[in-house]
């Protein structure tokens, strides 16, 4: 499971859905989700994990041609290769993030150490949590007792 720490940036609701716009460093990333966590509030640390499998890789830039808001171009770091699936890792400007793909898919982009790739993030597969230290649990008690 891929995790990055995020500060929530706005949250825009409607009658159906929440986007949730999160910054991790200077990237910013949308989620998708059916109702706001009781707890968030703008300005809030959080902590953002998507899959592993979630993670689509395409090569040269899809901006516009993709409806995935979320594009993280970057470096490929390191691979193994399985006979069905092979893992990927890539340093985004949100950290490392991996990525599982077939390797039939693999080979065909002809992916290599050191290649340029862009990791696609569907808004709806990026989980929230929020991020816990000794005084976190205190402070979403109170924030949901006094919601």
């Not at 990333?29 to 890789?57: F, H, M, N, S, Y």
């Not at 516009?64 to 006979?83: A, P």
């Not at 569907?122 to 005084?135: N, Q, R």
Request: hydrophobic residues 35%; charged residues 25%.
């Amino acid at each position: 499971m891929n995790a990055m720490v995020a500060r929530v940036e706005e949250i825009k609701s409607d009658e159906f859905f929440s986007c949730i716009t999160v910054r991790v460093n200077d990237t910013d990333l949308k989620l998708l989700k059916t109702e706001v966590p009781k707890w968030l509030r703008i300005g809030d640390e959080v902590e953002c994990r998507i899959q592993e499998a979630a993670i689509a890789i395409c090569t040269g830039t899809k901006e516009g041609s993709v409806s995935i808001e979320n594009h993280l171009s970057g470096e490929l770091q390191h691979f193994r290769k399985g006979t069905v699936l092979s893992e990927v890792s890539v340093d985004t400007p949100c950290g490392k993030l991996n990525s599982l793909i077939t390797t039939d898919a693999f080979e065909r982009m002809e992916l290599c150490e050191g290649c340029n790739v862009t990791l696609l993030l569907k808004a709806v597969d990026i989980k929230l949590t929020p991020l816990l230290d000794s005084t976190s649990y205190e402070k979403c008690v109170a924030k949901l007792t006094h919601s």
